[in-house]
């Protein structure tokens, strides 16, 4: 059994960011991570052509700015290049390989458990701190919804978390499910690659770009109020794109950034996608009835045959496969019950960084609060003592 003061599970930004932020205070820190690398999500399971969505100073780590020169919007692999410019300028090792199966706190010794698979060597490890901090993200797994007929489907099936590119689907006629910012890349990245590509937009969004959002961004950080933000970025958005509902997208009556603040859900930012719904190239379907062999049928009876289907309908949290908490923190779905901004504390040592629906502005608020949050928690004791 091994002893540290704080445990953090996954080195993804949030992990990588809170051990940072602890290595600064002299605090020790252990993060355990599944995989073989740090920010797993963005080496293995994001697409090519991905760049971050948002401008980069939304998308800082703590403590370290992006190099001058880096591009506004960077590329996945811009990012994933900071990430492990970041982990070596802080000094963090994470433990690869382990995977967390199980942590609960035990109140007699006033520690957290927590066990570990080695998954090189199948051997069971157990780490032992005061504090623990759920770092897995939000989007720790694929989601599938079910379908009538799935399995009937003669077809290949993926979620947009294997997607890497179009290559493979030339010539094919590939059914996108989701109109979200995956969704919606992917799409248009088939396009690109030659499939004849149809879009499944199942509930309404709002469909910006990045210069929109970038306007919003700004208007909200220099203190407009949210109601007028949203009413300035839809009329921008209805200039720029015009009405989308004779495609088939229908606007929600909500504004973009009070839906994302409310429900964490981002509006779609468009890489060129609506141009290719406009011309036809993406045909637009609203939601499926079922399938049957390569027949799939959607809500307004029309019937069609596709070779390939990607699930661009989002991710949800693991945490509640691992973690022992009787849902006093965490609710059913994986996420922290407390709203933002108090998303991050919970008891016992208890901590969630990444978890607020902000990407990485969120992951780097949150790290630098549980870290400062901690140190005055030790500080505490010490004076006590
Ligand atoms: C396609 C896509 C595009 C995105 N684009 C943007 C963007 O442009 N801007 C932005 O701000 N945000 C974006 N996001 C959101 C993005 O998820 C976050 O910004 C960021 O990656 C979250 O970091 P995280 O550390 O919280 O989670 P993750 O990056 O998911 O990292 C969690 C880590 O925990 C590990 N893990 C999970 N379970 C266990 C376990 N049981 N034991 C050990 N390790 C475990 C995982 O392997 C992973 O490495 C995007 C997300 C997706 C899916
Ligand atoms: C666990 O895995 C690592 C590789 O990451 C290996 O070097 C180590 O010896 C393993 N530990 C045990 C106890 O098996
Ligand atoms: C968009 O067009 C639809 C009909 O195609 C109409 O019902 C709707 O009111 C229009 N929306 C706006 C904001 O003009």
Redesign the pocket.
Known sequence: MEEVEVIIVGAGPAGVATSACLNRLKITNLVLEKEDCCGSLWKKRAYDRLKLHLAKQFCELPYMPYPQGTAKYIPRNGFIQYLDNYVSHFGISPRYHREVQSAFYDSKMEKWCVMAKNTTSNVQEVYCGKFLVVATGENSEGYIPKIRGLDTFKGDFMHSSLYENGKAFRDKEVLVIGSGNSGMEIAYDLTNHKAKTSICARSPVHVLTKEIVFIGMFLLTSGFPLLLVDIIVVILS?LRHG?L??YGFQ?PRKGPFYIKQITGRTPTIDVGCVDKIKTGEVKVFPSIDGIEGNQIKFENGMVNHFDAIIFATGYKSTVNCWLKDENIFFNENGMPKPKFPNHWKGENGLYSAGFSGRGLFGVSNDAQNIANDIFFALNKRKRRI
């Open positions: 209805m009405n509902s004779k606007r």
